[in-house]
């Protein structure tokens, strides 16, 4: 029976729903699995991880770790893996397990596969499916090593219904501090804003909503929907929205069930951000703009008159 | 300070890209630098300007790279080396990684910059691993590098929680994202100038390494076949009263969508 390691997904302090979706897809193609979980006073979250579907619990909570820092984060990854002997390791899609992943491959002479969308057992190999070229091929890649490293592209895996794990839980040893990459400081994102990764519904605004007032109209229809609110770069670039907030292959991928592109032309970059969407909207002027080639609903016409009836239309609904 | 920067040739990912039989059809496909690698080269041509830094790239695989290189000198880049083995064509990350060490071995470098991931693959390994066989400090996805002293700099990261600002030990590798600077376009002298200078070709045996498991630079993953990628069909288009046709596309939304 192969073993998979799923690494938890945390954000501020919560377990995210990504951590039930690889430890549910490891389950389904039969895999023992343990979780392991990296931060600081996160005992917390062992009742939500045993649920989560996870056979063995790797814990290192430390204070070294409430903030992230690549590698003393790969070496809880690693010990874990070591511990339970993991033939597979799964990161979710984040920037801690791009960074992290690629190290713990290394350090444990594993192949690294980044980005992937599904994964199955062939014969002998390991084979997983994943994009590239921003989304217009897809590859499918066999693993030559005995060991996989993966980082899982947000929205790949779905949550089974009705799992359970048993509890076991294993304290790991604080890493060494990397004394050579010392965090000084976090400038933290807004805190109490949806995050655009778990958002059910995000809206993203683009160069057509031009300056604050529009990205404050578009914000009070992300507002009534409590969805997440995202950006094309160009509002990025303009100073309008902050980095964390574009939505892109530069950026955060994102996989909800509607994705609302508000004044976004759509170039090839925002598209491999976004096309994982259940439902897209795009509301543009220019009746030519790529984003329509994506979108399932497209209304042609000036977005500074549309959002506030698209506004009126969705409260009459949604009482 | 010393930087090695790497740069990548890749197919342009604004045309079409066909697949048949497993495999991306070549006609019609045109090669361009990285555009994350652009980003690196700039990087390193402003700490060259601001800090007296010392510029290199290194550029593996790719076939005639001549161009590209040329395009990079003609940035402000000062040396180039290029290597190229026809035993790079199984090439993955690792493999990347493996070679780029011993590049650096041999140079005495300070500071790598990559890109954060080269747009043919979209792995984003290979500066990350680079930096863990040589045993440096790394940072990735960075959006800015402030240069503290001979033996310091000072990087901003976009992370999950936000943005990091991080104190890294020379040497060190960064990776950069797009959001670090604006490329420069080559100016007219630069390029001029960049026609003279030359590129330092290489292979495999004159870097001292093969890929084997003897060298533990093996390739550990190989693709099997390319598909082509589900592609969304263009659906319903509305045009005309604005009024009207938001409300039906808000009733779509929630009785043939249920999304809303």
Redesign the interface.
């Given at each position: 029976m192969a073993k998979i390691l799923v690494v938890a997904d945390i954000?501020?302090d919560a377990l995210k729903d990504s951590t039930t979706e690889l430890l549910s897809k490891a389950g389904s193609i039969g895999a023992e699995t343990a979780v392991v979980a990296i931060g600081s006073n996160i005992e917390a979250l062992i009742p939500g991880l045993v649920n989560a579907g996870s056979d063995t619990q790797y814990v290192a909570d430390d204070p070294a770790l409430a903030?992230?820092s690549?590698?003393p984060y790969a070496s809880c990854v690693a010990d874990a893996a070591k511990q339970f002997e993991a033939d597979q390791i799964w990161f979710s899609f984040?920037?801690?397990g791009?960074?992290a992943?690629?190290?713990v491959?290394?350090?444990l002479?594993?192949?690294?596969?980044?980005?992937i969308t599904d994964v199955a057992i062939s014969g002998e190999h390991v084979?997983v499916?994943r994009?590239?070229?921003?989304?217009?091929?897809?590859?499918?890649?066999?693993?030559?090593?005995g060991q996989m490293v993966a980082v899982v592209r947000a929205g790949a895996f779905e949550a089974a219904e009705g799992i359970t794990g048993t509890e076991n839980v294993v304290t790991l040893s604080p890493p060494a501090v990397?004394?050579?990459?010392?965090?000084?400081?976090?400038?933290?994102?807004a805190s109490g804003e949806i995050d655009l990764a778990d958002a059910d519904?995000v809206i993203s605004v683009g160069r057509g909503v031009k300056d604050q007032t529009g990205v404050d109209l578009v914000k009070e229809l992300a507002h009534d929907l409590k969805a997440g609110f995202g950006s094309s770069?160009a509002m990025?670039?303009g100073g309008f929205m902050a980095?964390?907030k574009?939505v892109g292959?530069?950026g955060k991928i994102v996989a909800p069930?509607?994705y609302m592109a508000i004044g976004i032309s759509g170039a090839?970059q925002h598209l491999a951000g976004m096309?994982g969407s259940?439902?897209?909207?795009a509301v543009n002027k220019d009746?030519e703009a790529p984003i329509?080639?994506?979108?399932?609903?497209?209304?042609?016409?000036?977005l500074f008159?549309?959002v506030p009836?698209?506004r009126a239309?969705?409260k009459k609904?949604?009482i | 300070m010393k930087i090695l920067t790497t740069v990548k040739k890749v197919v342009d990912v604004e045309l079409t890209i066909r697949v048949q039989a497993g495999a991306i059809v070549e006609d019609g496909l045109q090669y361009v630098i990285n555009a994350w690698d652009e980003n690196a080269v700039e990087a390193a041509v402003q700490l060259k300007e601001n800090n007296n830094a010392e510029t290199t790239l290194v550029s593996i695989g790719g076939g005639d790279n001549t161009d590209m290189i040329r395009k990079c000198y003609a940035m402000g880049i000062e040396k180039g080396i290029h290597v190229e083995d026809p035993a790079l064509e199984k090439a993955d990350s690792p493999v990347f990684a493996r070679v780029l060490q011993k590049v650096f071995e041999k140079g005495d470098y300070d500071l790598v910059i990559t890109g954060k991931q080269a747009q043919d693959t979209d792995s984003g390994q290979t500066g990350i691993m680079l930096a863990e066989y040589l045993g440096l400090p790394c940072v990735s996805n960075v959006i800015d590098i402030q240069v503290l002293d001979d033996q310091h700099i000072k990087v901003s990261r976009l992370g999950d929680a936000g943005t990091e600002i991080i104190e890294l030990e020379l040497p060190a590798v960064v990776t950069v994202t797009d959001s670090i600077n604006e490329p420069r376009l080559p100016q007219m002298r630069g390029i001029m100038m960049a026609k003279k200078k030359p590129i330092d070709v290489m292979d495999l045996s004159a870097l001292g390494i093969s890929i084997d498991d003897a060298d533990g630079a093996a390739p550990t993953s190989e693709i099997v076949e390319f598909m082509a990628s589900k592609t969304r069909e263009a659906g319903q288009k509305f045009e005309g009263d604005a009024a009207q046709i938001t409300a039906q596309v808000v009733s779509l939304l929630v009785d043939e969508a249920n999304v809303l």
């Open positions: 954000k501020n903030i992230f690549a590698g984040s920037e801690s791009k960074a992943a690629p190290r491959a290394v350090q002479e594993a192949a690294c596969a980044t980005e084979e499916i994009p590239a070229i921003a989304n217009k091929v897809m590859q499918r890649v066999r693993i030559n090593a990397d004394v050579k990459a010392v965090v000084k400081e976090l400038i933290s994102d519904i770069r990025v670039d980095h964390n574009q292959q530069t069930s509607l090839i096309n259940k439902v897209i909207l009746p329509f080639n994506v979108a399932d609903y497209g209304i042609v016409g000036d008159e549309v009836i698209l239309e969705i609904i949604r | -």
